[in-house]
């Protein structure tokens, strides 16, 4: 998220994360709770290599979601690439924030590739079961509570659905370990299948090419590294690209922002802390992969 309108003061924000113990694979959770009434924010919502549920648990009007022709209030699901998505909100309030990798989330959600570049409320996938989601979450008393009940929900929605196929999630994994720097047609070699299967089963199942993916991850990166204070120069060249005006062009795609401006962004201020994997300091967990045996 990147703060183009009244910057919201993070210093009153408390940030929650579950402990390692309660964690799920391919997912990750954050709580955040506004400590004191604040005025009107305005919050744009740019490109993360997930497919995130913002589960709503603020008392009154709560957080508001706008897209050229759509406006959601509450609990949402924001797919990959949402495009222009702002979020707009005030006084005290809670919220779950759950980021799911696309290998997941056609799982937890039912059908990942619908979500793909477009917002929706999370009573729209979940029904009944959205309400009652967060009128569990509502009545915990603390964010352990929450969390414990988040991953219960979660794994039982992942414990229902057959996975996508192991190809396709290998081909995930292996983009986002590499931080986007990895060649298609070498991860189709790996897997056994044409180029072709691989692009037309990746996009069928997540809602995104390969190669767009590989872009998502590595500009995900780059938004990282401008945020702890690298400069556009030293983050080409850590990130991949060709040179600083291709790290300019792809910022400019994905975030509508200058790679100054990126690095300005309060949001991507407290990523260390609400989403540790995320920081640019630390190394992907690469978890022992597994090639798929060939089909």
Same mark, same amino acid.
């Given at each position: 998220m990147? @703060?183009?309108?009244?910057?919201?003061?993070?210093?009153?924000?408390?940030?929650?994360?579950? =402990?390692?113990?309660?964690?799920?694979?391919?997912?990750?959770?954050?709580?955040?709770?506004?400590?004191?009434p604040a005025?009107?924010?305005?919050?744009?919502?740019v490109?993360?290599? @997930?497919?995130?549920?913002? #589960?709503? *648990?603020? /008392?009154?009007?709560?957080?508001?979601?706008d897209?050229?022709?759509r406006?959601?209030?509450?609990?949402?699901?924001?797919?990959?690439?949402?495009g222009d998505? =702002?979020?707009?909100?005030?006084? $005290?309030? +809670?919220?779950?924030? #759950?980021?799911?990798e696309?290998?997941?989330?056609?799982?937890v959600?039912?059908?990942?590739?619908?979500?793909?570049?477009t917002?929706?409320?999370?009573?729209?996938? &979940?029904?009944?079961?959205?309400?009652r989601?967060?009128?569990? *979450?509502?009545? !915990?008393?603390?964010?352990? /509570?929450?969390?414990? #009940?988040?991953?219960?929900?979660?794994? =039982?929605?992942?414990?229902?659905?057959?996975?996508?196929?192991? +190809?396709?999630?290998?081909? &995930?994994?292996?983009?986002?370990?590499?931080?986007?720097?990895?060649r298609?047609?070498?991860? %189709?070699? /790996?897997?056994?299948w @044409?180029?072709?299967?691989?692009w037309?089963?990746f996009?069928?199942?997540?809602?995104?090419?390969?190669?767009?993916?590989?872009?998502? $991850?590595?500009?995900d990166?780059? %938004?990282?590294?401008?945020?702890?204070?690298?400069?556009?120069?030293s983050? !080409? #060249? +850590?990130?991949?690209?060709?040179?600083?005006s291709?790290?300019?062009?792809e910022?400019?795609?994905?975030?509508?922002?200058?790679?100054? !401006?990126?690095? %300005?962004?309060? &949001?991507?201020?407290?990523?260390?802390?609400?989403?540790?994997?995320?920081?640019?300091? =630390?190394s992907? $967990?690469?978890?022992? /992969?597994?090639?798929?045996?060939?089909?």
């Amino acid at each position: 998220m990147l @703060s183009t309108g009244t910057q919201p003061d993070w210093a009153s924000v408390k940030v929650a994360v579950p =402990r390692l113990s309660g964690r799920l694979p391919g997912i990750s959770m954050a709580g955040f709770r506004q400590r004191a009434p604040a005025p009107l924010v305005d919050i744009a919502m740019v490109a993360h290599p @997930s497919v995130t549920l913002l #589960i709503d *648990l603020s /008392e009154g009007e709560g957080l508001v979601y706008d897209t050229p022709g759509r406006h959601e209030r509450g609990s949402v699901v924001i797919g990959l690439l949402p495009g222009d998505l =702002r979020a707009t909100g005030q006084g $005290v309030g +809670e919220c779950l924030q #759950i980021r799911l990798e696309p290998a997941v989330a056609a799982a937890v959600l039912g059908a990942s590739t619908e979500f793909s570049g477009t917002v929706v409320s999370l009573d729209d996938v &979940w029904g009944h079961d959205a309400v009652r989601a967060e009128r569990r *979450l509502r009545a !915990a008393t603390s964010w352990d /509570e929450r969390f414990t #009940i988040a991953v219960e929900i979660l794994g =039982r929605r992942l414990g229902a659905r057959p996975p996508i196929d192991p +190809e396709v999630a290998y081909t &995930w994994r292996r983009t986002l370990t590499s931080r986007g720097r990895v060649r298609v047609d070498g991860l %189709a070699d /790996e897997v056994g299948w @044409s180029r072709k299967r691989l692009w037309s089963r990746f996009r069928s199942q997540l809602g995104i090419t390969p190669k767009r993916a590989a872009q998502l $991850v590595r500009f995900d990166h780059a %938004a990282h590294l401008l945020a702890a204070g690298h400069s556009p120069a030293s983050v !080409a #060249i +850590e990130s991949g690209y060709v040179d600083q005006s291709h790290l300019h062009r792809e910022v400019r795609a994905f975030a509508g922002l200058t790679p100054t !401006a990126v690095a %300005a962004a309060p &949001w991507l201020a407290i990523d260390d802390v609400a989403w540790p994997a995320s920081s640019p300091t =630390r190394s992907p $967990v690469t978890c022992g /992969e597994h090639i798929p045996e060939h089909r």
